[in-house]
Structure formats: structure tokens, C-alpha cells
């Protein structure tokens, strides 16, 4: 646990901008053809941004300085985590809510902003199962 917990995460960022923003863009032509809407992509992509690349920023925020500042605990750093989900989640929905009524998608079909810590809790639990798969560090195994 601790010689994981000492290492910090780096990426170049080119490598983040390109898994993120095609990750984005997926979700947002999808999202956008389940809405009965497809020429409403670009507000959809730079919604699901907010959760794909600025997800991998709330992510990094927990390995290089949140987990750091916990004890090492497995339970704590569970609850760090899990915690830095939960406020990181919430605080992308604000901003992606805020982003998509600006580029003109209506209220009433955006998801509620609370609903943004527990939303992004699903989906890193998701995004660690394929880290766990290929035997690396995830949430799952540290």
C-alpha cells in the first residue's frame, strides 16, 4: 500500500486530452441521438467533459495530494476517496449545467446538480474495472 500510495500519477497531457476528449465526444453524439436531438453534440460533449476530463483532474487531485495527507489506512483512504468523488462530482455537474444552459440546452433536460457526486462515484467505480482487469493500481486494488 505505501509504495503505491508514495507514487504520484503522471501523464502526458496530450495522452489526457486525446482518451478525455474523444471519451467526450462518444458520449456526447450518443447522448444527443437518444435525445431525439443529434445536431445538439457539441452541448452534450461539453457536458460529458466536465466528467471526462475534468474527471481525470478530480482523480489526480486524490493521488497526488489528497491521498498523501490521510493516514494510510485502507479504510481511510476508501473513505478519501470516495469523498473526493462525491464533493469533485458535484462540483462537475455545477459546472457542466452552468456550460450547457449557456450553449442553450433547456432546464428541464438537464439531470438534477446533486445527482453529480453520486453519478461520478458510478462511474470511476466503472472506470477502475478495467484498471483492475489489466492487473494495474485501481481503486479495487492498491
Known amino acids: 500500500?505505501?509504495?503505491?500510495?508514495?507514487?504520484?500519477?503522471?501523464?502526458?497531457?496530450?495522452v489526457t486530452l486525446l482518451r478525455t476528449g474523444l471519451l467526450g465526444l462518444?458520449?456526447?453524439?450518443?447522448?444527443?441521438?437518444?435525445?431525439?436531438?443529434?445536431t445538439a453534440w457539441p452541448q452534450w460533449t461539453a457536458f460529458a467533459l466536465w466528467f471526462t476530463f475534468g474527471g481525470h483532474w478530480v482523480e489526480v487531485f486524490f493521488l497526488n495530494w489528497f491521498r498523501h495527507r490521510i493516514p494510510p489506512a485502507r479504510s481511510a483512504q476508501i473513505a478519501g476517496r470516495l469523498l473526493t468523488w462525491l464533493v469533485g462530482g458535484t462540483w462537475l455537474m455545477l459546472g457542466a449545467w452552468?456550460?450547457?444552459m449557456v450553449l442553450g440546452t433547456p432546464h428541464r433536460?438537464?439531470?438534477?446538480?446533486?445527482?453529480?457526486?453520486?453519478?461520478?462515484?458510478l462511474l470511476e467505480l466503472?472506470?477502475?474495472?478495467?484498471?483492475?482487469?489489466?492487473?494495474?493500481?485501481s481503486f479495487y486494488k492498491s
Request: proline share 13%; aromatic share 8%.
Open 109 to 121: 433536460e438537464l439531470p438534477p446538480w446533486w445527482l453529480g457526486g453520486p453519478i461520478f462515484i
Open 126 to 137: 466503472l472506470v477502475h474495472v478495467p484498471m483492475l482487469l489489466r492487473g494495474g493500481p
Open 98 to 100: 452552468i456550460t450547457a
Open 26 to 38: 462518444v458520449v456526447g453524439i450518443v447522448v444527443a441521438r437518444v435525445r431525439g436531438h443529434p
Open 1 to 14: 500500500m505505501s509504495e503505491v500510495r508514495d507514487q504520484s500519477f503522471h501523464e502526458p497531457l496530450r
